[in-house]
C-alpha cells in the first residue's frame, strides 16, 4: 500500500506523545514531520522534550533526532507532510485559525482539539458511530475554497464511554441520561509529579467539560442534511464532570431512561453484537470488540480494564435496573487512548481506507 506522510503538531504535549507511539511501525502511514511551539522549534525533538516524555514506555527512536518545526510553518509542513494530525494547547481562536490555514493548504486535519468540533460542516467522528458523517466533507471543502484540504475532529473523551455504550440502544428510544464522570490527571495533560494537588483529593469541577459531555453527543448522533450535520434533538443529556486521582482512564456512572425499555438481556446482546466498520476493515488500531460487558460486580476498574484491546476498546459493568431512570451502569475508556490519540490514529486509518487521505 502506498503510505502517507503524517506531520504530529503538538508533538511534545501530551496526545503528541502517545500519537508518536501508536505511529511506530505503522503499516500505513510514516510520521515525517514533528512540529510544537516556537520554544521547541528548531531543536532535535530528544531536546525538545527534555525531561518532559511523560509516558512509561520510551521514546520511540525513530523521533528522537527528528527536528521540530514551528507548528505555524505551513510551507514546510506542506512540502513534506500529506495530513496532519494536530493537538496543541492553543487558545480556541488561534487553534481553528491554525487548522483552517492547513486545510488551505491542501493539508488534511485530523484534530483532537475542541476549537472546530461543534462547526457544522465539521465530522466529529467515532469511527465504529457516525461514518457517515464523513459525507458533509465536501461542503466543508466548498466553504473553505480546497480542493483536497478539510478538517475532521474527533470528540471529547469524557463521552467516549458512555456514547459507544449508549449507542446501540438508540433503538430503543433514549429519553433522558445522567452521567457523572471520574475523569483521570492525563486528560489535563498532567502526571501526578505535575498536579500534586490531586493527591489524596477529588476536584469536582473541570472547565467547559460538563457543557461538552452533554453536548457532543447529539452532534455524534446527528443527520447530515443539506451539507450540515443537524444535532440530534434527544435524548437530554445532564452530566457532572470529576478530576480525580488516577493517571489514565475515565469511568462514567450512567442511569438511562427509555421510551421502550429494553431487557437487561437485548442490551448485553445490543453490546455484544455493536462492530462497525473499523472492525470489517480490521483497521491497526480497532479494537477486536468495541464494547466488552464485564460481570464481576466490582469492574470495570480504571487501573484493571483501561488497557483493554490496547485502550482502544470499551468496558462496560454493572448493569442493573434502577427506580428513578430505568436502568444504571458504568463504563470505561481510556482518555488519551481511545479518547485522543488512539482516536485520532483511528479516525486516520478509516479516511486511508476509505480513499479520503488520497
Ligand atoms: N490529554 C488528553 O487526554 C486529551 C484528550 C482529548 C483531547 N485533548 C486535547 O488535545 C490537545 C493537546 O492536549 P495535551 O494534553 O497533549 O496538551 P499538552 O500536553 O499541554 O501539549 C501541548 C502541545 O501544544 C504545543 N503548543 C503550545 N503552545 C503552542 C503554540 N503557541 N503553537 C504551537 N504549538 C503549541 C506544545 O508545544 P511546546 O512543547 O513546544 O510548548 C505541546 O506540543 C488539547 O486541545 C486538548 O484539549 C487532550
Partial sequence: MNKKRAAVVGATGMVGQRLLLLLQNHPYFDVTVLAASANSAGKKYSDAI??????????PDYAKDMTVVAADDIDCIKANADFVFCAVDMPKAEVKALEEAYAKAELIV???????????????????????????????KKRLG???????????????????????????????????TMQAISGAGK???????????????????EEKSEVEPLK???????GKIVPATEPIITAQCIRVPVSDG????????????????????????????PQKLALPHAP?????????????????????????????????????????????????LRGAAGGGVLTAELLYRLGLLD
Avoid at 50 to 59: A, T
Avoid at 194 to 209: A, K, L, Q, R, T
Avoid at 220 to 226: I, L
Avoid at 261 to 275: H, N, R, Y
Fill in 50 to 59: 527534555g525531561s518532559r516524555w511523560k509516558l512509561s514506555i520510551p521514546c
Fill in 110 to 140: 485530523v484534530s483532537n482539539n475542541s476549537a472546530n468540533r461543534l462547526v457544522e460542516d465539521v465530522p466529529m467522528i467515532i469511527p465504529e458511530i457516525n461514518e457517515s458523517h464523513l459525507s458533509v466533507i465536501e461542503a466543508q
Fill in 146 to 180: 480546497t480542493k483536497r484540504g478539510y478538517i475532521v475532529v474527533k470528540p471529547n473523551c469524557s463521552i467516549q464511554s458512555y456514547v459507544p455504550a449508549l449507542t446501540p440502544l438508540l433503538g430503543y428510544g433514549i429519553e433522558s441520561i445522567s452521567v457523572t
Fill in 191 to 209: 502526571t501526578f509529579d505535575s498536579f500534586p494537588e490531586i493527591i489524596d483529593n477529588v476536584i469536582p469541577y473541570i472547565g467547559g467539560e
Fill in 220 to 226: 455524534v448522533w446527528g443527520n447530515v442534511v443539506d
Fill in 250 to 277: 475515565h469511568l462514567a456512572s450512567v442511569f438511562v431512561k427509555f421510551k421502550n425499555k429494553p431487557t437487561i438481556e437485548q442490551m448485553l446482546e445490543a453490546w455484544d453484537k455493536f462492530e462497525a466498520t
Fill in 288 to 336: 477486536a470488540k468495541f464494547v466488552t460487558y464485564i460481570d464481576e460486580p466490582n469492574r470495570p476498574q480504571t487501573k484493571l480494564d483501561r488497557d483493554i484491546y490496547g485502550g482502544m476498546g470499551v468496558t462496560v459493568g454493572r448493569l442493573r435496573p434502577d427506580h428513578l431512570f430505568d436502568y444504571k451502569f458504568v463504563c470505561l475508556s481510556h482518555n488519551t
